[in-house]
């Protein structure tokens, strides 16, 4: 089978009325480019589980990226705490997830860590501990645009002057969650996800990332990325209904844009899906920065 591997930026960013949407734009399909890269040389390679690694390097690549809402540069909470979440998954059945990690640079890696363990999830306090008991080590993912955007949002909710997301809350504007599939040569899948959560939330708010069948869902069809509303992917089980229309033999694009146009206004949602001989990529409005490298 070609190898192929897709990443994604986060459904509805940048917004089309955001300061040189245009350009910022550009400038995020050209990291997820990058992130593809970073994943297509496991593909290439032919290392052993070459799909999750190159899922893997890809997530890193936008992970440690400051202008995504993942890793360094992630969202704060509302009570300017920064609580991470991340999965991984492959199509012959793994799923490991940490939710709510705090300060630790990668979660996918402790996600991966996981997989080695009885467990397929692991949150908050005990997701942290596990981290340091696996090494990774205690760091700050704390960015000024990053602060700069929870003091935005903590105006915004004192002042009530809210956007049209946010009147329940009231805001899931920015998103910038990352992920990415693969399918490696052998045609095995695997999709990785990673998230800071939304704009708006309370410390141990748990969104769709981490969530077997809402973020993520992978299986001998295929493997399947969500973004957006968390609430909503994890109340639709998105990527498994994306999915499921993939196992009946619908072309993955076809997939993804049916689940884009089924998803409930205002909220937004996109995904990355990939199948055994195609992949597709569709979001909200089309607001999500996105790529596709063929390695092979
Ligand atoms: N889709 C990311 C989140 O809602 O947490």
């Avoid at 998103?175 to 309370?202: E, K, N, P």
């Avoid at 399947?224 to 229309?245: D, F, N, P």
Wanted: hydrophobic share 45%; glycine share 12%; aromatic share 6%.
């Amino acid at each position: 089978m070609k190898p192929i591997i897709l990443t994604h930026g986060g459904a509805g960013r940048p917004t089309p009325d955001a300061p040189d949407s245009t350009g910022a734009r550009e400038e995020a399909i050209k990291v997820c480019l990058a992130a593809c890269e970073a994943g297509a040389g496991a593909l290439r390679n032919g290392v052993a589980d070459a799909a999750l690694e190159a899922a893997i390097a890809a997530a890193i690549v936008l992970e440690d990226d400051p202008r995504f809402n993942a890793g360094t540069g992630a969202n704060l909470r509302l009570d300017g705490s920064l609580e991470l979440d991340a999965s991984v998954a492959t199509g012959d059945g793994r799923f490991a997830a940490v939710a709510c990690l705090r300060a630790t640079k990668n979660p996918v890696l402790v996600a991966r860590e996981l997989l080695r363990t009885p467990h397929v999830m692991l949150c908050g306090e005990g997701a942290t501990r596990f981290a340091r008991q696996r090494g990774f080590a205690e760091a700050s993912m704390v960015t000024e645009k990053a602060l700069k955007r929870w003091k935005a949002a903590r105006e915004r909710l004192a002042t009530g002057n809210l956007r049209p997301y946010e009147q329940k809350w009231k805001e899931m504007q920015f998103h910038g969650t990352i992920g990415a599939v693969a399918r490696a040569r052998d045609g095995t899948f695997a999709v990785t996800c990673s998230t800071g959560g939304t704009s708006m939330m309370l410390p141990g708010r748990i969104g769709d990332t981490p969530i077997w069948g809402a973020g993520v869902f992978a299986g001998e069809h295929g493997a399947v990325c969500s973004t957006g509303h968390g609430e909503l992917c994890i109340k639709r089980m998105a990527a498994w209904r994306v999915y499921q229309r993939i196992a009946k033999g619908e072309h993955p694009q076809a997939a993804a844009q049916a689940e884009v146009d089924d998803f409930p206004e205002p909220y937004e949602v996109g995904f990355i899906a990939v199948s055994k001989d195609a992949h597709g990529i569709a979001a909200t409005g089309g607001y999500m920065p996105a790529a596709a490298v063929e390695a092979g």
